[in-house]
Structures are given as C-alpha cells and as structure tokens.
C-alpha cells in the first residue's frame, strides 16, 4: 500500500512554530522559576514560624519553673477558642501526653510524628487530612521533666495559594498557545513579505523582458541583499548568454546560407540547358569548394560545442613550446611559399597543456597571419616564460592592422574584419579566434589582440603556471 505523501511545511508555519516554542519555553522557565521562588518562601517562611513559636514556648516554660502547666495553658489559650487555628501542639512529659489543642487527638494522632530533634534542625513531615494540609514536626525543649512538643502548622491556605497559581499557569499555557502561533504566523507573513515581493517581481520576467531586474531600493533586510545581488547577476549573465545564443542563431544562418545559396545557384545553372564539361567540371569544383567550406564551418561549430563543454577533460602532458610551433610552422609552408613569407620561431619553453588544443590554437593564429600577411614578410612567433611563471607565445605578423574598434569583438563568434585588413569574407568563417579564446579559457588561460594600423597585428597566448 502506497503512504500519502506528505506536504512539506512552509518556512512561515515552521517560522510560527518555533516562535511559539520559544515563547512557550521562556514562559515555562519563568513559571518554574516563580514556583519554586514561591514554595522556597512558604517553606522559609513555616521554618521561622515554627523556630520562632518553638523559642515563644521555651520561654513559657522557662516562666513556669520547668513544670509543663503554664506551657498547656499557653497553647490552649492561643489555639483552643481560635476558629482558625494557625497550628495545633501537643505537650510531653517523659514521653506521655500532658495536654494538647482540643481535637489534636483525632486530627494529627501522636504516631505521625517524628522523633524530636533541635530547633536548628526540624524534621518537617507534610500531612494531608480531608481539606486541610500540615507540617509536622517534634522537638525538645530545655527542663528538668524531658519535657517535649508536637506541632501541627496548619498550611492549608498556603498550599490553596499555590493550587490556584498552577491552575493559573495551565489556562495561562492553553490561552497562550494559540495567541503565540496567530502571532507568530503574522510574524513570519510579515517578516517573508520580501520574499513574497521578490518572487512576483521573478514571475514578470520572461524571454522578451531579460532586462528587467529586481531593484536595490527600498533596500531589502540584510539577510536578502545578497539574494537580490546573486539573482540579478543570475539575469544578467543569462541575458548575455541568450543574447550570444541569439547573434550565434544568426550567425549560423548567414554562414549556412551563403555557400547553399552559392552551390544551388550552381546546379540550378547548370541544369537549365546541355553544357559542356568544362562547363560541368567548373560547376563541379565550384560546388565541391562550398561543400568544403560548409564541412569546415560544421566541424568548427563542433570543436567550439566540444571544447566549452565543462565536462570536456584535458589531457594535460609536458610539451615543449618550440617543438609545437615549428610542427604547426611546417603545416603552413604550404600557403606561405606563394607568397614568400618567411616563418621565424624565438625562444623556446616548457609548458604543461593538451596537445591537441595547443596546436590547434596555435595553428588558428597562425593561420590569420598567414593570410593577412603582406607578400615578402615575416611572422614571428615569439615563446618565453616557463612552467613556474607560466608561457606566453607571440605571434606578430607585419600585416595592414586592424582598426581600434575592432579589436574588443575580434574573438566573438563569425566577427570578421575583412574588409579593414584587405580581403574576402569568404576566406574565413569567423570562428579561428573564437576558438582560440575558448582553448585558452579552457586552460585557465587567456588570449590578447594588440594591433596598430599600418605597423602590423600581434596575438599574445598566455599559458598559467601549472605548479603550485
């Protein structure tokens, strides 16, 4: 049989409760407290009686030469026409009765008693008979014929006093329990109203309206401040994100368009009539170069997805810096013989990172100088630093430069300065730099454009140190 589930409390109930307890136990503390102040002052308060009665007597006795009489007589003068009677006495001589409080007889018999002791240490003995509760206690007093005492203090009232004050206390916790938790409840519905706030203000926010956020002012308690903070950091980063996500959409959709366009076109043209096949041989590399080039947008729209995925892991080895460089010099001799560029390597390092991402981003950078580099010149890549300080690698080309305003977008996605720096779009995907950036983030790295038109552009990677 399945159990129902049970509702999870909210924070205002739970909130409520613990105020109540709370409530409740400083109250209960309180209480216990008054009680046992108040029974502690009945019971110092019956001991002077009782010390201060037992020396009133000793004295009677003393005034009567030792003989019990005047002591009888005393008692039943103070005790024996008192309606209420504030304690009873019974006198012994030698251990047998010599007069007593009329009645002591049948109310406190001489057997529940204790043995005597001094004044200084009576043995109090509480007794309850019908309605009426007493202390009872014996003690000796000083004279020739052993004479001793028997009293009965009589605390009825005292402890009717306390009775009522414990009923008061029961009906004092039944009433508070429910006024405790009404106001507890209106405590914590007050105290969670910025929540409450906070939340609707959540709720307006949709896809269309990512700029709105949740204002500093009236300020919050201190408790939500840091809340309202990290929330609309939240908002911002994913307005910035969907903004990325929206242009990269874009983007995509531009790159894509562009080589279909072209290779439709070029099958359209070439079914509208016979041709011949140059005709067809032209349509044909036409149409395998905008394959190529769409395999090589898709492959790098792959890498990107791959290598910013938090879960990609690196394969960290100890490469040295000078031998990846030359290797990716080597794969563009290639291009740069046309145009007789000359590919000089500086310096030399050792460096802990993936190899794989560290030749590709070496090899996206280089691949940029390549192309944008003037015929006849020459593209330094410049390596220095170490494993301890970490490694920067420079590669500086003597190419036209970029404009100011383009080198704070250079490495977002399909951003291209083609145009500024003399060439086709079609040369490139915009997506080289883009690359780059997300290996180096990928390392706990960082890369850096520094260009001045006319002088040449230089990209700096650094490397962090991996020690420590």
Not at 106 to 111: D, Q
Not at 283 to 290: G, R
Request: proline share 6%; with cysteine; hydrophobic share 45%.
């Amino acid at each position: 049989m399945r159990l129902p589930t049970l509702r999870p409390a909210s924070i205002s109930g739970r909130l409520a409760l613990l105020y109540t307890l709370g409530a409740l136990l400083a109250v209960g503390l309180f209480a216990l407290l008054a009680n046992w102040k108040l029974e502690a002052n009945f019971t110092t308060a019956h001991r002077d009686f009782l010390q201060a009665k037992a020396a009133e007597l000793q004295d009677d006795l003393s005034d009567g030469d030792g003989t019990p009489d005047a002591l009888v007589k005393e008692i039943l003068q103070e005790t024996a026409d008192a309606r209420l009677r504030p304690y009873e006495a019974r006198v012994l001589v030698a251990g047998q009765q010599a007069g007593e409080t009329p009645g002591m007889a049948t109310t406190l018999p001489a057997r529940l008693f204790p043995a005597a002791r001094g004044v200084q240490s009576l043995s109090l003995i509480p007794y309850q008979t019908g309605d009426s509760s007493w202390l009872l206690t014996s003690l000796p007093l000083q004279g020739p014929q052993g004479v001793s005492l028997q009293i009965g203090l009589d605390i009825t009232r005292d402890n009717a006093l306390l009775t009522d004050f414990h009923r008061a206390l029961a009906v004092f916790f039944v009433l508070m329990v429910p006024l405790l938790l009404g106001a507890g409840r209106l405590a914590a519905s007050h105290a969670l109203a910025p929540v409450a706030r906070i939340a609707k203000v959540a709720q307006s926010i949709t896809p269309a309206q990512l700029s709105r956020r949740i204002p500093m002012h009236p300020p919050w308690p201190r408790e939500l401040t840091g809340l309202v903070q990290v929330f609309n950091q939240m908002l911002d980063n994913l307005e910035s994100s969907f903004e990325r996500l929206s242009r990269f959409s874009a983007d995509i959709a531009h790159e894509l368009r562009t080589p279909l366009s072209n290779l439709n076109g070029s099958l359209e043209v070439c079914l509208t009539r016979p041709r011949g096949a140059a005709e067809y041989c032209a349509a044909i590399t036409s149409a395998l170069e905008d394959g190529q080039r769409l395999t090589g947008l898709i492959e790098n729209l792959l890498f990107l997805a791959r290598v910013e995925n938090p879960s990609q892991a690196l394969h960290h080895e100890r490469c040295d810096a000078s031998e990846v460089c030359a290797w990716v010099a080597a794969q563009y001799e290639a291009q740069s013989r046309p145009k007789g560029l000359r590919l000089r390597i500086e310096g030399a390092a050792t460096l802990y990172a993936d190899m794989l991402l560290f030749r590709q981003a070496v090899g996206n950078v280089l691949a940029n100088a390549v192309r944008h580099a003037p015929p006849g010149s020459e593209i330094v890549l410049a390596i220095s630093g170490g494993p301890a300080s970490g490694v920067e690698i420079v590669v500086a080309d003597q190419g036209p430069g970029i404009a100011p305003e383009h080198l704070p977008r250079l490495f977002d996605r399909f951003y291209q300065t083609d145009p500024a720096r003399g060439h086709k779009a079609a040369q490139g995907s915009g997506l080289g730099l883009s690359i780059v950036r997300s290996i180096m983030e990928l390392h706990g790295g960082r890369a850096k454009i520094e260009s001045t038109l006319g002088q040449g552009t230089q990209v700096t990677l650094h490397f962090p140190s991996m020690e420590g």
